[in-house]
């Protein structure tokens, strides 16, 4: 019985931390304003910068180095892990920018269609097999965004870019297989001296926004290391604590209110053919987490049903043995 209560609680303590981490990427298009008028360049360097001091002290109070050695002598996983951190260095540059500059409600739809993407990308790149309902929620997927290419007169170049660059990013920490707080570390590890020369050279020239409008200022743009680690630590927090199911459900909470902001905080307009793309959009979602619910019931009862099986195969086999034991015991 304790054992059943501890496990309920590890797995609410799981969806508090996934609500917080899902929760603070969501709201943080109210932060990237607060740190203008630096550029998004600069704003960038310094999340890479700042992230890796952060990281680094939370390695040092939970003592856990011994991977550094071990990821050293690796240099195919040094290789992903560079290209991880040149994707991901794409991603929140173009967030930053795309946030600053108007475009919150575009930027959430590249979220909202990251899970199609990274379904395309298991399908082309892994050779994964996708069932029907998947198909079809690629399929209303692609058809969004050719509603959205013609609503904004191109196609949405920005949702793409965020949708593809994080999803390439989730394949390569896929292949790296290293916690959270590692990969985050090794990644800013490696952004750290071009993010770092890049602001010397920026402050060398007089065109740094860092310490040229005040203390609160400053802070803030140190501020961004919090801003990128802590959501991470949340996330590595609810990844041990709750099925993937439920994570899955959870990873939609951050575009819901990235659009929300988008439209009721950031006034942003939204066209009929805009409603349209994102109600296609929706639509897929919908299919693929309906699709993804009915398979892991089903894995459930599969499961449940060979459990029973082996207890009863077991139980079976026990009577047999108590049976052929009785005449052994009768002649004796």
């Known amino acids: 019985m304790s054992m059943s209560l501890e496990t309920k609680d590890e797995q609410r303590a799981g969806l508090l931390y996934g609500i917080g981490a899902y929760g603070m990427w969501g709201l943080v298009p109210l932060f990237w304003p607060l740190l203008k008028p630096a550029g998004a360049i600069e704003i960038l360097a310094h999340r890479m910068v700042w992230s890796l001091a952060v990281v680094g002290l939370a390695l040092l109070a939970v003592r856990r180095w011994g991977w550094v050695r071990d990821l050293l002598r690796q240099p195919r996983k040094l290789g992903l892990i560079a290209v991880a951190a040149a994707v991901i260095s794409v991603n929140w540059g173009l967030y930053i920018w795309s946030v600053n500059s108007g475009h919150v409600v575009e930027a959430s739809l590249g979220y909202f269609i990251n899970p199609l993407v990274t379904i395309a990308m298991g399908v082309l790149l892994l050779g994964e097999r996708m069932r ?14 050719v509603v959205l290419a013609v609503g904004y007169g191109q196609p949405p170049w920005i949702s793409l870019v965020l949708a593809f660059s994080f999803a390439t990013y989730g394949l390569l920490k896929k292949k790296v297989n290293l916690g959270g707080l590692e990969s985050l570390a090794a990644e800013t590890a490696i952004q750290f001296l071009p993010a770092l020369g890049y602001l010397v050279w920026l402050g060398a020239s007089g065109g740094a926004a860092f310490g040229a409008h005040g203390a609160g200022h ?5 501020a961004t290391g919090v801003v990128t680690a802590v959501p991470l630590v949340c996330f590595g927090a609810a990844a041990i604590r709750v099925p993937l199911s439920v994570l899955g459900l959870l ?19 939204m066209p009929v053919e805009r409603w349209a793309g994102f109600g296609l959009v929706w639509l897929a979602l919908t299919v693929l987490t309906w699709d993804a619910a009915r398979t892991a019931r089903g894995a459930a009862v599969e499961r449940n049903a060979a459990a029973r099986a082996l207890a009863a195969a077991a139980a079976a086999e026990a009577t047999a043995d108590v ?9 004796r």
């Open 323 to 331: 049976e052929a034991a009785r005449p052994a015991r009768a002649g």
């Open 251 to 269: 990873q939609y909470l951050a575009p819901v209110f990235q659009f929300v902001l988008g439209i009721v905080y950031f006034h942003e307009e």
């Open 218 to 222: 400053a802070a803030l743009l140190a």
């Open 132 to 145: 029907p309902a998947q198909w079809a929620a690629v399929g209303v997927g692609a058809a969004a965004v």
